[in-house]
């Protein structure tokens, strides 16, 4: 019972310890490095082939979150840049190789698909602002030009596939964004035209019920299909924010009403929006109450890009107690089990904008209950006593067995 105590004390006084998000975005999120260490390892001993085996694009987010998180830890400190320069060059170098490309289809433009291009381009353009390479520079820029000439062909515009004969819209921003940084760095504003063409085609392609991007598109004509969705909603949202700060804040607040959400109180994000009940899938992950955790994961971190930081906080507060975090000098989740969802976590919590300043954003903030920990306090107390209670019923049976035992015993040695 010693044992159980302790446990519970541990578990209710986790959410009252300092979040790992760091609102303040010229300051490293505390446990973020010893965070990265952790996953370079296991990078480094094959963790990116074995997510690859669980996930469509299980080694390529293994790498590319890595190295991203990187490019948001040296935004944040000049005393990590060489470093962060240098690890997310590594990552760069995973994803364009053999395997980072394996899951991805050669011949679809510009060249294995929108998401593979999108995300790509986004690394290099994070590895371009932290050194301003002239080499990485004209890279990134022919790559830009690709992706420009194969949006502008496709029949799903502004979407471009990324498997044959599917477009999911939230694959088309991280591009998009790479173009920004390419045009912020350099100050020529070669994608500025073409950026405000894409966007003003995202908006006549929004869903007409909820007025948001959907999850999928038509391959044909990039028509919204079916509702949006939290899991490319949170993808969406953290590359609008430098895209078109004004468009992406009034986005926010859209997401807001239509998938913020709690638990016994503990703030949390739908998968559907509200008043939808549909299954959860390989992207969402299981559905407990709608609530996806992926997306409640990746939307911390957005939160905390438009200053939504109550709702972040508490985000980061309640995973900091049932994602068991351990390792000192190398922190890791659930004992390390899914090395991507490390890699995803440590994303959110770095999460910045890129050519914003944070303060830009003035969403309204969601409301976050003084009292959200009771959920906790609650289960957690009605699991110990449920604990307590099979504990002496054991005993009591264990009493009783004795007893029985005794008496036979008694009872065969009157008998002779």
Known sequence: ????ALGLLWLNGR?????VTQPDSERVPKNAVSHLAWIREKLADGAGQ????????????????????????????????VMAAREA???????????????????????????????????????????GDEGEKAQLRSRCDALVQALTASPAWPWLASYRDQVWPCDA????????????????????DFAARWLEAVNQNLSPEFGMVTHVADPGSGRPLGPPRATSQTIILRFLADIDPTFASAQYE???????????????????PHGIDAPGDVDSGPLIAGVSASATVVGMGVAQIYGDHEFSRAISQFGETVGLPCGIGRRRYLGGML???????????????????????????????????SGIHLVSSLGVALAFLIWRGGRRRRRKLGSLAESSITTEAGSE
């Not at 019972?1 to 159980?4: I, N």
């Not at 921003?173 to 500025?192: K, L, N, Q």
């Not at 859209?254 to 559907?272: K, N």
């Open 89 to 131: 060059r590594r990552a760069l170098t995973n994803v364009e190789s053999a395997a980072g490309k394996e899951a991805f289809l050669p011949e679809l433009p510009p060249g294995h698909g929108m998401f593979y291009a999108g995300w790509r381009n986004h690394l290099q353009a994070g590895v371009v602002l932290l050194t």
């Open 15 to 19: 959410p009252y310890l300092a979040p």
């Open 50 to 81: 074995s997510m690859q085996r669980l996930f469509p694009e299980g080694f390529f987010f293994c790498h590319a979150l890595y190295g991203l998180a990187w490019v948001e830890i040296g935004l944040r400190s000049a005393e990590h840049r």
């Open 173 to 192: 921003p991280p591009g998009i964004h790479a173009m920004c940084v390419y045009d912020s760095v350099t100050g020529e504003d070669r994608y500025a």
């Open 254 to 272: 859209r997401f807001q009403t239509h998938f913020h959400d709690s638990i016994l109180g503990v703030p949390a994000i739908l998968e559907y």
């Open 1 to 4: 019972m010693a044992v159980l």
């Open 339 to 373: 090395p991507v969802g490390d890699a995803f976590v440590v994303h959110a919590t770095t999460a910045r904008p890129w050519l914003q300043q944070a303060s830009s954003f003035t969403v309204r903030r969601t409301p976050v209950s003084v009292l959200w920990r």
